[in-house]
């Protein structure tokens, strides 16, 4: 608010300022040139003015919501502690990678793509998914998944293993239509009219010190 005050006063100044020129000058009409130069003057002050005001009322409204948002360390979950704690860590971007990183695997999974699930999931991991997709295919089932979204999406754990690996574990909630079909094409289980509700745990790792900035699934729980 100081700041805009800030504009406002500028602003009558210069009105006063410039009636009181434009006044001086209107009892001069030979000098018509200077006038119209010192209107274009006032008009170049009065914009500077403004743009300044502009300028420091943002940088207080900035200074303002840091401020604002800054929680003091001893009012810190022990989640975030641990996340502040894991260099160039970003929350939003690290949930936004999460999101589509989970997406892309649970659709993959369904396919029985492994070439897309190689390079997102551990070496351990992937074995279980090739498990389930060999037995799958064996059997002659089919798997569908439809992702409808997202109703949740937090991080509910987080820690840094003495070897400097860190581990971030997020329970999604979310919205999917998945169904089985046996080798005639017969639904076996599941309704591709209803959408299931799912919780699921998933945590991801990455070395603190390594220079590739992706983190793996290595864990998936219900």
């Not at 200077?34 to 209107?39: A, G, I, P, T, V």
């Not at 403004?50 to 401020?67: G, H, W």
């Amino acid at each position: 608010m100081a700041a805009y005050l800030d504009i406002i006063i500028l602003l009558v100044v210069v009105v006063l300022i410039f009636s009181k020129l434009k006044s001086l000058l209107g009892t001069r009409p030979d000098n018509f040139e200077q006038h119209k130069m010192s209107d274009e003057s006032a008009a170049k002050i009065f914009d500077i003015i403004v743009k300044e005001a502009e300028k420091k009322a943002a940088e207080e409204a900035n200074l303002s919501k840091t401020e604002e948002v800054k929680i003091p360390d001893a009012e810190l979950s022990e989640v975030d502690k641990v996340l502040l704690q894991m260099p160039g860590f970003n929350r939003e971007k690290f949930l936004s990678g999460a999101e589509k990183a989970f997406e892309i695997i649970v659709v993959a999974f369904s396919k029985g793509d492994v070439e897309t699930l190689e390079m997102l999931v551990s070496k351990n991991l992937l074995k279980k998914f090739q498990e389930i997709i060999e037995k799958r295919n064996a059997d002659g089932i089919t798997s569908e998944t439809d992702f409808i979204g997202f109703d949740d999406v937090e991080i509910v754990d987080a820690k840094i293993t003495k070897n400097g690996v860190a581990k971030i574990c997020v329970k999604f909630v979310s919205e999917q239509v998945n169904i089985l079909k046996d080798k005639n094409g017969e639904v076996i289980e599941g309704d591709e009219n209803f959408i299931q509700n799912i919780t699921d745990n998933w945590t991801f790792e990455r070395a603190i010190s390594s220079t590739n900035p992706n983190w793996m699934l290595v864990s998936t729980k219900k």
